[in-house]
């Protein structure tokens, strides 16, 4: 069982950053495919990015056309934590935001292939 706690998310004007963090503990963290989802009031739970597990300490990153260029995730697998760098954040971005964990698989942008989720931690961009 892996247990996942997400930290970082506030308030913040457009244009400005925040880095999220999420937590894991149990499981074999560093082969685990991370992904962070958000879901907005009303909105189904969309994809933001993943880092895929591919062999050792190789990972490869996928992030939401929404996002490229915008959103840096990484990992740190030394502390079992990722991290999701929000930069040029605009008001579409506001939504809860949930950290993912999941089995290695070719397939890591759909919500329903992944195994564990943290509570979620809000983020409120101003316009």
């Known amino acids: 069982q892996v247990h996942l706690v997400e930290s970082g998310g506030g308030l913040v004007q457009a244009g400005g950053s925040l880095r999220l963090s999420c937590v894991a503990s149990g499981g074999t963290f560093s082969t685990y495919d991370m992904g962070w989802f958000r879901q907005a009031p009303g909105k189904e739970r969309e994809f933001v990015a993943a880092?895929?597990?591919?062999?050792?300490?190789?990972?490869?990153?996928d992030y939401a056309d929404s996002v490229k260029g915008r959103f840096t995730m990484s990992r740190d697998n030394a502390k079992n934590t990722v991290y999701l760098r929000m930069n040029s954040l605009k008001a579409e971005d506001t939504a809860v935001y949930y950290c993912?964990?999941?089995?290695?698989?070719?397939?890591?942008?759909?919500?329903?292939?992944?195994?564990?989720w943290g509570q979620g931690t809000q983020v409120t961009v101003s316009s």
């Open positions: 993912a964990a999941k089995f290695p698989g070719r397939t890591f942008d759909k919500a329903e292939l992944y195994n564990y």
């Open positions: 880092l895929k597990w591919s062999s050792g300490s190789i990972y490869y990153a």
